[in-house]
């Protein structure tokens, strides 16, 4: 998963939108409107707007209505940036209503800061961020974007991506998501644009960081990607709790009379769950979980994985009264502890050109041994793999280098991979090099935007050196293997130690929960101990340990409900 950062671009563009400000005549008013139109008044509207290739309607002013009147707010859905079909920048009081529709934008209604704004029994549809260019903030039905106190209730959202239906972002506590019906959240990000996004899109997305206190309640949400409803963890933490220095969690969120389905990844990796707290932020960091949240009395079944799950850096969360049938691998899901890699590179750690003889890399600045790198010394020849692109513009997660075993074809066994970071995970480039026979591995940056330098995520541990460089040095190096046999020496000295960072899903209570006919089990905690996790009075036909007592099937009955 990529967490989208709100940078100051959204606010530069919402500020150059009102420096054209066009007013609507008196103190409410039914007005024919133009795309860009600034409203100050409350307005309804008489005929559909658009399409429009950059925001819609701009609201202007606090404590105002826009009655689409069963009107239209069309976009091009094709342009480059952020465009919202109803944008509210730092506004109090506005209401968005009328019974008609907002389709083909980056986001259908964006709610940049300000509080206590209502949506409701608005149509959204389609509306779908292209991933042509940064900063690619937007990508949702609806988003809410460090704003407290909404109320988004009874909407129809259809068809939204690559981040989710109706999403809360950063600093947005205390909103109310309800009544709502969210379909079809499954659309991947356009690999090869800017913002790529691929394989995350949610129904509805609490992403935060520091979205606390918000209630979803009473929602539909089907045909998701990721997660039907997903509560986002904190990436600028590693351990759980949060130490004094990490940016706000996900905490105390309520998850309440919500119907979810038919959550299913596209491209069939089971990693699809109907309500889950999310434990892996961007390349496979883990992060904060959120922790403290209440999951009651939801319907989740029939998704591609799991019907509710818990990671193993989640704790203190409630999950009473659920009903998860027909899920393809468990009803309810404890996560198991999670293991760390803690790394050290004692050096020295070499990348140096045999032939052709060239000027020497330096070690930090074009070059490093990447986190989770064996020890050793190795000589022989560099081989690009797979399609590596080293001619700007680069598209962001374009880059398939290493990604599939057939990339590896003819691979000589003792060679030194060199691998463009790009669309799929490190580890599983590694693997394929292990496996095709690599002495060694060169990774280097994608060249992108914002992705030229070294890089600091890691992988592994492995057996063998993994050395990260820059793209000026991948450029470089590669250029070099299209001219002629290019011998490398690669010298790594490192240490791993496995460390387990979590104790594990603990402290949840999970009382009188449904669940049957789920593809391995009913209820499952993976913690040795059960970590001080409560199962009381559950109805399950299948359960993996002692600690999940169940009415009935496999487990002993305890605590039976009356």
């Known amino acids: 998963m990529r967490f989208r950062k709100i940078t100051g ?20 008013s039914a007005a024919v409107v133009a795309c860009g139109t600034t409203i100050t008044q409350t307005t309804t509207l008489t005929a559909n707007v658009g399409p429009c290739g950059d925001d819609g309607i701009i609201i202007g002013a606090d404590n105002i209505t826009l009655n689409l009147n069963g009107f239209k707010i069309i976009g091009v859905n094709r342009s480059p940036g952020d465009h919202a079909g109803v944008r509210i920048p730092n506004r109090t009081g506005v ?22 704004n209502t949506v409701s029994g608005v149509s959204l549809l389609d509306n779908v961020n292209d991933g042509k260019a940064p900063p690619c903030d937007l990508g949702d039905g609806i988003s809410m974007l460090n704003s407290d106190n909404n109320t988004i209730q009874s909407n129809k959202v259809v068809r939204s991506g690559p981040y989710g239906g109706i999403t809360t972002i950063g600093d947005s506590d205390g909103n109310m998501i309800k009544g709502n019906t969210v379909v079809g959240s499954n659309l991947q990000g356009i690999s090869g644009g800017g913002c790529g996004n691929a394989n995350q899109d949610e129904g509805i997305r609490l992403e935060g960081p520091g979205a606390n206190n918000n209630t979803v309640v009473n929602n539909n949400v089907s ?43 596209i491209l069939g990796d089971g990693e699809s769950d109907g309500i889950k707290i999310l434990d892996q932020g961007p390349f496979g960091t883990i992060v904060c979980a959120a922790a403290n949240t209440t999951i009651e009395s939801n319907n989740s079944s029939n998704n591609e994985r799991h019907g509710i799950q818990i990671p193993g850096t989640s704790i203190n969360n409630t999950v009473n009264y659920n009903t998860v049938n027909s899920n393809g691998v468990d009803g309810i899901r404890l996560g198991s502890p999670i293991f760390g890699n803690t790394f050290t590179n004692i ?14 890399f330096m070690m930090g600045t074009d070059f490093t041994a990447l986190s989770g790198s064996g020890s050793g010394n190795v000589t022989g020849p560099l081989v690009p793999v797979g399609a590596i692109d080293v001619t700007p513009p680069i598209g962001f997660d374009s880059s398939t280098s290493g990604c599939d075993p057939a990339d590896f074809a003819g ?21 394929n090099a292990l496996a095709a026979g690599a002495s060694a591995v060169v990774f280097f940056n994608e060249g992108s935007p914002g992705r030229e330098g070294l890089v600091v995520a890691g992988v592994g541990p492995t057996s063998i050196p993994v050395v990260d460089a820059n793209f000026a040095t991948g450029q470089t190096l590669f250029n070099l293997t299209q001219q002629g046999p290019v011998t490398i020496r690669v010298a790594t000295n490192t240490t791993n130690v496995q460390s387990q960072v979590n ?4 402290n949840n209570t999970l009382m009188k929960n449904i669940g049957y006919e789920n593809g391995e089990h009913d209820g499952h905690d993976e913690n040795q101990g059960c970590d001080q996790n409560l199962w ?25 409900a009356p």
């Open 95 to 116: 209401t968005v209503r009328g019974k008609g529709t907002i389709q083909r934008f980056d986001a259908g209604v964006a709610i940049f800061g300000g509080s206590g």
């Open 536 to 560: 009381v009075g559950n109805f399950f036909g299948t359960v993996n340990k002692e600690c999940v007592k169940a009415n009935g099937g496999t487990g002993n009955v305890s605590n039976p």
């Open 223 to 265: 045909n998701s990607l990721l997660a039907g409803i997903g509560v986002h963890g904190n990436v600028g933490c590693r351990n759980n709790p949060p130490g004094p220095f990490d940016t706000p969690n996900n905490d105390f969120n309520i998850i309440r009379g919500n119907t979810v389905s038919g959550t299913a990844s």
């Open 411 to 431: 691979f000589p066994v003792g060679g030194i991979a060199l691998i463009q970071r790009g669309l799929c995970a490190r580890q599983t480039k590694v693997d």
């Open 9 to 28: 671009a959204a606010c530069a563009a919402t500020a150059l939108t009102l420096s054209g400000v066009v007013s609507t005549a008196g103190p409410a």
């Open 347 to 360: 050096g020295p750690t070499v990348l140096d050109l045999i032939t052709p003889d060239q000027p020497t």
């Open 503 to 506: 104790v594990g899903a603990e």
